[in-house]
């Protein structure tokens, strides 16, 4: 499977146009609602289910929220998510090219920023250190912007702080290479001020979910619950719930059954960045998978041994996620007062960025056919159509009066 996981088909098939209609044939709760394990209960099962009974069905945000983050029994807290070993692969794990580009991506704004003194170099969610480290590696060719930066990381979890640090420490000490001081927290605001050049692949999806269903008229949030028989089950709320924010983006008027995801991370996350934009030169680039115009449907899903799993089975062991709605994150970002450049495919940015001339020189560097045939393979799931090069977007957030950043389309600036 590339990269981490797709529900049902590409989103991109029929174009921004068929993205509505694809969302209700194929994210209508499919294989959401079958029974959970009649296996024994893992631990973080036991205590969800000690916790609705004693205070009633959770929203799916906060059984999202549980099976990622408990300080327990979490999926990035107890086990290893990354990698071939794990349950899903990204993109800086399949090819170095993709974190190599980013790294002179953030060289080039530096650059058109007029070269700022105490710049922040922030990831988050930065996974094993792999995009980092290969960001680090391609900016090395121009010294002064790494004696111009520190590396930020926004990371809870410590067996991933410690990987991350001995990757990038180990690989720069293997090729003899000077690199910027290495930070960690545990959440963005508690980054120092600074000119900042952010980068977060696959972050935004693993941020929790909330779902609300439109039924006889009204909107209800949906729960996650017990059966009859002790299982987890989705449910609705009894009393009916405000309207859902960003109705007025989707093409159509609501009808018995429609879903509405949305992510309150997400509008914490753009409030942070448009927060430190409006002190100091911010540039930030958005990977994810995901669709480009609002629309209804449900996309809660997991993976698990890089197959796609039931996500009320087993909390905790395997990743569960939603697809990123970015045009619910550009209307924000723009309300916020940053100026907002794509989504653009992960393939076009790529392209735009050098990626066929960058691989054309790796290849000439191969040792031999065995080698060279992996490499291609990396890139090819990288970028072509039909495994993440279209699936996967990417999405620019800029502070106000900067200049255009490299890779997009003209920005789109104070359209409400």
């Known amino acids: 499977m590339s990269g981490k996981r797709k529900k049902g088909g590409d989103l991109t098939d029929k174009g921004d146009d068929g993205v509505e209609e694809l969302l209700g044939a194929l994210f209508e709760g499919r294989g959401a609602q079958q029974p959970a394990s009649l296996e024994a209960d893992n631990p973080l099962a036991i205590k969800l289910k000690a916790r609705i009974e004693q205070a009633g069905p959770l929203s799916l945000h906060d059984y999202m929220e549980a099976c990622l983050g408990d300080p327990e029994f979490g999926y990035y807290i107890a086990r290893e998510p990354f990698g071939r070993g794990g349950d899903f692969i990204t993109a800086p794990d399949i090819c170095q090219v993709f974190g190599e580009l980013l790294g002179l991506w953030c060289v080039q704004v530096w650059r058109e920023l007029g070269q700022p003194r105490n710049g922040k170099l922030i990831e988050l969610g930065p996974g094993r250190g792999a995009l980092m480290s290969d960001a680090l590696r391609a900016a090395s060719l121009v010294p002064e912007f790494l004696q111009s930066v520190e590396v930020h990381f926004v990371e809870t979890s410590k067996a991933l702080r410690a990987e991350q640090e001995q990757l990038i420490k180990g690989q720069a000490t293997e090729h003899g290479r000077d690199i910027p001081q290495l930070f960690w927290h545990d959440r963005l605001q508690d980054v120092p001020p600074g000119p900042s050049f952010l980068i977060a692949n696959e972050f935004v999806d693993a941020l929790p979910i909330a779902q609300t269903l439109f039924k006889q008229g009204q909107w209800f949030e949906r729960l996650v619950g017990l059966d009859e028989a002790g299982h987890f089950t989705f449910l609705l709320a009894d009393k009916p719930c405000p309207d859902p924010d960003g109705l007025s983006l989707i093409s159509r008027p609501a009808v018995e ?16 960045i448009a927060k430190r934009a409006s002190a100091h030169p911010l540039a930030g680039l958005l990977f994810d998978y995901g669709y480009d115009k609002r629309a209804f449907g449900d996309s809660f899903q997991a993976l698990r041994n890089h197959q796609f799993s039931d996500p009320l089975r087993d ?36 392209v735009a960025l050098g990626v066929r001339e960058r691989a054309a020189q790796l290849l000439q560097g191969q040792q031999n056919m065995i080698a060279a045939g992996q490499f291609m393979t990396g890139l090819q799931r990288l970028i ?4 993440m090069g279209s699936l996967f977007k990417v999405m620019a957030l800029v502070g106000g009066g900067q200049p255009q950043v490299p890779g997009f389309r003209s920005p789109l600036r104070d359209q409400g």
């Not at 059954?257 to 942070?272: F, K, Y």
């Open 257 to 272: 059954g429609d879903i509405v995801e949305h992510r309150p991370g997400a509008t914490i996350l753009l409030e942070q």
């Open 315 to 350: 909390p905790g062991l395997a990743d569960v996620t939603a697809h990123v709605d970015f045009a619910s994150l550009s209307h924000l970002a723009q309300e916020l007062e940053l100026t907002v450049a794509g989504p653009v495919t992960q393939r076009e940015f790529l």
């Open 384 to 387: 072509e159509p039909d495994q």
